[in-house]
């Protein structure tokens, strides 16, 4: 499977939004929209449809953060709940520990989990106003580890 690409919705109306551009930048996101579109307890869900403003913590300047997913729930109890969902690999949601040497990929290091930060914190945020739930899902979640 390629780490990225067009997935084809087979529930179109369990989909919102452009059915011709629902793009998987992963294999974990390619498994978890297969796993929304399938799953009989997904009422909804969305891939980057949601836009939330967030500083960048670098550069100070407003940027465009597009959560993977939101998916709509429904719950054993009869209630639907509605969370947003980031994929992210295990390391990138852990602060990088300080290295004497501070080669390249430690300084991008340090930028992705800030810039990761700051998004997760404007998603958080965004959730709490409209009564959602923010996750972040990473290998661990995906795979049982």
Same mark, same amino acid.
């Given at each position: =499977?390629?780490?990225?690409?067009?997935?084809r919705v087979k529930n179109l109306k369990k989909y919102r939004g452009n059915l011709d551009n629902v793009i998987y930048r992963s294999t974990w996101e390619c498994?978890? =929209?297969s796993y929304f579109d399938t799953n009989p307890h997904i009422i909804w869900w969305t891939s980057e449809e949601c836009i939330i403003p967030y500083r960048d913590p670098v550069t100070g300047k407003l940027r465009r953060y597009y959560p993977d997913f939101v998916?709509?729930?429904?719950?054993?109890d009869g209630s639907k709940k509605t969370i947003m969902i980031e994929v992210k690999p295990q390391h990138q949601t852990q602060e990088?520990?300080?290295q004497k040497r501070?080669?390249?990929?430690?300084?991008?290091e340090v930028y992705t989990y800030a810039?990761?930060?700051?998004k997760w914190k404007a998603a958080i945020e965004f959730c709490k106003d409209n009564k959602w739930e923010?996750?972040?899902i990473t290998e661990n979640e995906l795979f049982g580890k």
């Open positions: =499977m390629a780490y990225s690409g067009k997935y498994r978890c =929209m998916i709509c729930v429904l719950q054993a990088p520990k300080v501070k080669t390249k990929k430690y300084i991008n810039v990761n930060q700051a923010f996750q972040v």
